[in-house]
């Protein structure tokens, strides 16, 4: 069973910067495809950015791109999510997810696993 943890939300000004981090286990992910999701109220939830487990190709929705980094130091079950230079429309809850296939998907349920979630909050 895989079991994803992320840390690292909080409160921020607009301009600034959060990393988060997501905690992977239960399994060997190299097949994988890890991501990250957002949802702010009233709001569906959509994809952020997304890392291959095996070879580290990386992938960026539009709204993020230039701004919002995520890697996968080797040889750690965690991935992270640099933020930088947030804007209020950032606020939302993130979520890791992980999927086991190589294709990236940019829709939420064609991913099996999610963790719990964590609040960003961007002020202006």
């Known amino acids: 069973q895989v079991q994803l943890v992320e840390s690292g939300g909080g409160l921020v000004q607009a301009g600034g910067s959060l990393r988060l981090s997501c905690a992977a286990s239960?399994?060997?992910?190299?097949?994988?495809?890890m991501g990250w999701f957002r949802q702010a109220p009233g709001k569906e939830r959509e994809f952020v950015a997304a890392?291959?487990?095996?070879?580290?190709?990386?992938y960026y929705s539009d709204s993020v791109k230039g701004r919002f980094t995520i890697s996968r130091p080797n040889a750690k079950n965690t991935v992270y999510l640099q933020m930088n230079s947030l804007k209020p429309e950032d606020t939302a809850v993130y979520y890791c997810?992980?999927?086991?296939?190589?294709?990236?998907?940019?829709?939420?349920?064609?991913?099996?696993?999610w963790g719990q979630g964590t609040q960003v909050t961007v002020s202006s």
């Open positions: 997810a992980a999927r086991g296939e190589s294709q990236v998907v940019v829709t939420p349920r064609a991913w099996g696993y």
């Open positions: 239960g399994r060997t992910f190299s097949s994988y495809v």
């Open positions: 890392i291959r487990w095996s070879g580290g190709r990386t």
